[in-house]
C-alpha cells in the first residue's frame, strides 16, 4: 500500500486534462475510497501558453513545468495522463513513459489508432498498463467493455456514428434543410468541429476511431491507412429529401465486418432504414452498435466529446491503473495483434446503391442509364424523376440498385458521366438495410 497516495502526472492542461485535474480535486474522497489510497497530482507539463488558463490559476503554481526534462525526471508519478492530442510529439512522450515503467492513460485516438501496437507492446513488456477508453466515444464505457465484457464473443461487425460533428451537420441538414457549408458553420459556432473541421467532415477522425475499435475488436492491427473512408461533403439537402421519400435516414458510419478470411473497414456516408436505432442517433451523440456470436446486439450510446465525459472515461482508467498500483503487481496484458486475416479492398465490398444524376429530358435517356448499370450486372431496385427544368429540359433521376460491387459501381459511375444525355452523377451513397 503506497502511504503518501499514487503519483499522477498531466501532459497537457487543455480542456479535457484541465477537467481532470478538477475531478482529482473535486472527487479526491470518492477515489481514495475506490482505490484505496488517494490520487495525488504531483506534475503538470504544459505549455508556456496555456500558464493564463483559468483551470491553471485554481490550482497549485508549484505543479506546473514548461520543462519536458522536468516532467519525467519528477519522482513519484505513477500514472501519466496523456491529453495534448495529435500524433506528436504525444507519440514520443507515451513511449517515454511506458518506458520508464509507469501506466500511461491517453484520450488521443490518433496516436493509438497509428502507433497502438508499438505502445502496447512497449506497455507489456514493461508490465505496466495503457488504456484509452477515452480515445473513443468520449465518455460512453467500449473499450473496457470490448476488452473484457464481450471477451467471450466472436465481434462479428461494428456499426458506429463516432464522430459528433459529422452528425451534427447531417442532423441539422436533414431536420432543416440546410445545405452543407450552413451546416458546417453552425457546427464551428458550436465548438464541436476539431482544430482543423477537415479531419471531422472528411471522416479522418472517425476513421482514426474506428482503426482502434476494430484493431481491438478484431485482435488484428488494423491502421487508419487500411481503412477507405469518405466525408460528408458531397451531400446536398436534395439527397436528405429523396431519403426522406425513400424511408432512409442519411448517417456518416464506420463499419467493421469480420469474415473467416478477411476484415472489411470502411467510413462513409449511408443510407440507412430510417426506423433503425442508428437513425434516430441524432445532434452531437455517438452510437456504437456490436454484434457477437453470443450477446447478439450491443448498443452504446452517449455523448462522444466534451470535457465532461472525457474525463469520466480517462478517470476510470487512472482508478483501474491505480488499484494495480496499490496492488503492487505489474499490469498483465497478454493480447496480440497479429496480421492473419487481409483486408478487403473496397472494390470487393457489395452494398445496394443510391443514386441522383442530372440529366436531360428527352425520351430514351433512362433506357441508356438503364444500359450503362445492366452492362455491368448492376440491377436497378426503383427509380424516381422529379424536378424537371422545363426551361432547360433538364431532369433530375434518382435510382436505386440491388447489391452490386463497388469494382462495377465505380466503373458505371465512370460511364454514366461520360454520356452525352448525362450533365452529371450529382451524389452517390452506400445503402446499409
Ligand atoms: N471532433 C470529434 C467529434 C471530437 O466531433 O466527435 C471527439 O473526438
Redesign the pocket.
Given at each position: 500500500m503506497k502511504k503518501q497516495g499514487i503519483g499522477i502526472g498531466l501532459l497537457g492542461i487543455g480542456v479535457v486534462n484541465g477537467q481532470v485535474a478538477r475531478v482529482l480535486e473535486d472527487k479526491k474522497g470518492l477515489l481514495a475510497e475506490s482505490v484505496g489510497c488517494p490520487l495525488v497530482l504531483r506534475r503538470v507539463k504544459v505549455l508556456p501558453q496555456d500558464l493564463s488558463r483559468p483551470v491553471v490559476k485554481e490550482m497549485d503554481p508549484g505543479l506546473f513545468t514548461t520543462s519536458e526534462e522536468e516532467f519525467f525526471m519528477t519522482p513519484e508519478i505513477d500514472i501519466v495522463v496523456e491529453a495534448i492530442g495529435g500524433e506528436h510529439p504525444a507519440f514520443e512522450y507515451l513511449k517515454k513513459v511506458l518506458s520508464a515503467g509507469k501506466h500511461a492513460v491517453t484520450s488521443n485516438?490518433e496516436v493509438i489508432a497509428k502507433h497502438g501496437t508499438e505502445l502496447i507492446a512497449e506497455a507489456q513488456k514493461n508490465r505496466v498498463g495503457l488504456l484509452y477508453e477515452a480515445s473513443v466515444g468520449?465518455g460512453i464505457p467500449l473499450i473496457a467493455p470490448l476488452q473484457n465484457s464481450l471477451v467471450a464473443n466472436r465481434i462479428s461487425a461494428i456499426y458506429a456514428i463516432?464522430?459528433?460533428?459529422?452528425n451534427y451537420i447531417l442532423t441539422r441538414m436533414s431536420k432543416e434543410g440546410m445545405e452543407f457549408s450552413a451546416a458546417l458553420k453552425k457546427a464551428q459556432e458550436m465548438g464541436?468541429?476539431?482544430a482543423n473541421p477537415r479531419?471531422?467532415i472528411e471522416g479522418i477522425?472517425a476513421t482514426n476511431?474506428l482503426a482502434i475499435l476494430a484493431s481491438l475488436a478484431f485482435q488484428r492491427q488494423v491502421l487508419p491507412g487500411d481503412i477507405h473512408h469518405e466525408g460528408i461533403s458531397r451531400m446536398s439537402s436534395h439527397d436528405f429529401r429523396y431519403a426522406r421519400e425513400l424511408g432512409f435516414a442519411v448517417k456518416l458510419l464506420a463499419i467493421a465486418k469480420q469474415s473467416e478470411n478477411s476484415i472489411e473497414v470502411r467510413v462513409h456516408p449511408v443510407f440507412i432504414p430510417e426506423d433503425s436505432f442508428l437513425a434516430k442517433v441524432d445532434g452531437?451523440y455517438?452510437a456504437i452498435q456490436v454484434e457477437g456470436d453470443l450477446v447478439g446486439k450491443v448498443l452504446f450510446f452517449g455523448e462522444?466529446?466534451g470535457a465532461y465525459p472525457t474525463s469520466s472515461a480517462i478517470i476510470s482508467d487512472v482508478v483501474t491503473l491505480a488499484k494495480i498500483v496499490v496492488q503492487g503487481t505489474g499490469y498483465e496484458d497478454r493480447r496480440k495483434f497479429n496480421l492473419d486475416r487481409s483486408i478487403k479492398p473496397m472494390s470487393e465490398v457489395e452494398t445496394r446503391y443510391y443514386l441522383r444524376i442530372s440529366t436531360v429530358d428527352r425520351p430514351g435517356v433512362l433506357a441508356q442509364i438503364a444500359r450503362v448499370l445492366g452492362d455491368r450486372k448492376i440491377s436497378i431496385s426503383s427509380a424516381i424523376q422529379k424536378g424537371t427544368d422545363i426551361q432547360n429540359q433538364t431532369a433530375e433521376i434518382v435510382l436505386m440498385t440491388y447489391p452490386a460491387r463497388e469494382a462495377a459501381m465505380q466503373q458505371a459511375l465512370q460511364e454514366l458521366s461520360s454520356l452525352g444525355v448525362v450533365q452529371e452523377v450529382s451524389n452517390f451513397i452506400r445503402v446499409e438495410a
Open positions: 485516438k468520449g463516432i464522430n459528433g460533428t459529422t464541436y468541429a476539431e479531419d471531422d477522425d476511431k452531437v455517438n462522444g466529446a
